[in-house]
């Protein structure tokens, strides 16, 4: 592409909210993402009874260990939001630009 086709697309008014639907939708994920982490971590620092409590007698399974699983369950289910919102809302905005960049150009 060409540096006016690159041109148009940043004064189209869409690009500016892409940019600012994608970047406030990353932020809220990410910030999901350390409270979940960070909170997780914490919860070993200051809490080691709890992490360490078995889930039920005899079992070699604990709060700490089941957490952790659903932490990571939880960051492929938040991965895959993120894809399915990127591949479908954003690409079609974004393709939506670049056509109108290039009929810009013409």
Same mark, same amino acid.
Request: aromatic content about 22%.
């Given at each position: 592409m060409s540096s006016s086709v690159y041109a148009h697309i940043r004064r189209n008014?869409? =690009? *500016?909210?892409? @940019? /600012?639907? &994608? *970047?406030? +939708? /990353?932020?809220?994920? /990410? /910030? #999901?993402? %350390? @409270? @979940? =982490?960070?909170? +997780?971590?914490l919860l070993v620092a200051f809490a080691p009874e709890l992490i360490g409590k078995r889930l039920f007698e005899g079992s070699n399974l604990t709060f700490g260990i089941l957490a952790a699983f659903v $932490? +990571? #369950? =939880? =960051?492929? #289910? %938040?991965?895959? @939001?993120?894809? &399915?919102?990127a591949n479908g809302e954003f690409d079609d905005i974004? $393709?939506?630009i670049v056509k109108a960049g290039w009929k810009a150009e013409k």
């Open positions: 008014p869409r =690009f *500016t909210e892409l @940019v /600012a639907k &994608r *970047t406030r +939708f /990353a932020g809220i994920l /990410a /910030a #999901i993402v %350390l @409270v @979940v =982490f960070y909170g +997780f971590v $932490q +990571f #369950i =939880f =960051f492929w #289910i %938040l991965t895959l @939001v993120y894809v &399915r919102r974004n $393709q939506e």
